[in-house]
């Protein structure tokens, strides 16, 4: 994360933002069939940047802007299950 911090984004796990990523991203695990959560997850304050994306360590960066625009939870769970599958497929 020290790029994110290099380039003045904060990560954050906490808040209303991190929570409903996290809800999400729980719900996703299930599905797959994982017994508990291995893909820790962090809100990206990156301005008006819409993004997420999955890094190394199977951890899931969210930026603000993306859970923003995208207020549908089922429409934002095809996004944070896309990065989930870079990490089960192990894309680099």
Same mark, same amino acid.
């Given at each position: 994360?020290?790029?994110? &911090?290099?380039?003045? &984004?904060? #990560?954050?796990?906490?808040?209303?933002? @991190?929570?409903?990523?996290?809800?999400?991203?729980?719900?996703?695990?299930?599905?797959?069939?994982?017994? !508990?959560?291995?893909?820790?997850?962090?809100?990206?304050?990156?301005?008006?940047?819409?993004?997420?994306?999955?890094?190394?360590?199977? #951890?899931?960066?969210? @930026? !603000?802007?993306?859970?923003?625009?995208?207020?549908?939870?089922?429409?934002?769970?095809?996004?944070?299950?896309?990065?989930?599958?870079?990490?089960?497929?192990?894309?680099?």
């Amino acid at each position: 994360f020290s790029y994110m &911090h290099q380039q003045g &984004h904060e #990560t954050v796990q906490s808040g209303p933002e @991190y929570q409903r990523a996290k809800r999400i991203i729980d719900r996703l695990v299930r599905a797959a069939g994982y017994s !508990s959560n291995p893909f820790p997850v962090f809100i990206v304050d990156a301005g008006e940047e819409v993004n997420a994306a999955a890094v190394k360590n199977a #951890t899931i960066l969210v @930026y !603000s802007e993306l859970l923003r625009r995208v207020p549908d939870d089922e429409e934002l769970a095809t996004v944070l299950s896309h990065e989930m599958a870079h990490i089960i497929a192990r894309h680099g």
